[in-house]
């Protein structure tokens, strides 16, 4: 199956400072690409859908102020988490589809705001 | 009420055992269903997709859809150690490809 990398795959931040996530889809080129986060024991929420060369969509309640995310590429999506605080601790996963039936997941990033 | 319903669980079975999982959802607008595989801090993994009532087979995998009963479950045959992990549920209108709306997630315990 295709691969979906992420990195960091841990990152442990201070309050107040900002965090870069990058996704990249390997082997394929991603038309679309998702961003996930999920609490412990819960499920995935969906963040954000982002189309290459577009602006993302965001979901309900998301701060697209504060989760800013570039596409800029068929292969790299990035998710900046500004201004972090230990409420934004969480595991954060991106997913990118190739206009096929199936999402290809990253390995997930474990943010860890202090 | 929530878009998707599942039992977190815990499952544990002793291995061979027949798991079942299941999920509810509420919208009849979801026409494309999924069963993802998440180990311990990895991202999930596609097992089953379907998109129609009825059962689909893959190996031990089972996945049935009850579009009347808005009823979707996941069975797998002769469960192995290997199989612990959480299993999620997945919905979507538009396809696999575009926006999911997961359940919980159940995880489940295989014993040797």
């Known amino acids: 199956g295709a691969v979906v990398s992420q990195h960091p795959s841990r990152v442990i931040c201070k309050s107040g400072t900002s965090v870069k996530i990058e996704c990249r889809s390997l082997d394929f080129q991603a038309t679309t690409m998702f961003w996930y986060r999920q609490f412990p024991k819960q499920s995935l929420m969906l963040m954000a859908t982002s189309n290459e060369g577009s602006k993302a969509t965001y979901e309900q309640g998301v701060e697209k102020d504060k989760f800013l995310i570039n596409h800029a590429s068929l292969t790299l999506s990035t998710l900046t988490v500004t201004s972090a605080h230990p409420e934004d601790s969480s595991f954060y996963i991106c997913?990118?589809?190739?206009?096929?039936?199936?999402?290809?997941f990253g390995p997930g990033t474990r943010l860890t705001v202090t | 009420q929530k878009e998707v319903e599942q039992d977190p669980g815990p499952l544990s079975v002793p291995e061979g055992a027949i798991v079942s999982l299941n999920c509810t959802y509420s919208n009849s607008a979801f026409q494309y269903f999924m069963w993802y595989r998440q180990y311990s801090r990895k991202g999930p993994e596609l097992l089953m997709y379907?998109?129609?009532?009825g059962n689909k087979e893959d190996g031990r995998f089972t996945a049935q859809v009850d579009k009347s009963s808005k009823y979707i479950s996941l069975f797998i045959r002769d469960s192995q150690p290997s199989d612990s992990a959480t299993y999620l549920c997945a919905v979507s209108t538009q396809g696999g490809s575009e926006k999911l709306v997961f359940g919980k997630g159940t995880k489940l315990t295989v014993n040797p």
């Open positions: 997913s990118a589809s190739a206009a096929s039936y199936e999402q290809y």
């Open positions: 379907t998109y129609s009532s």
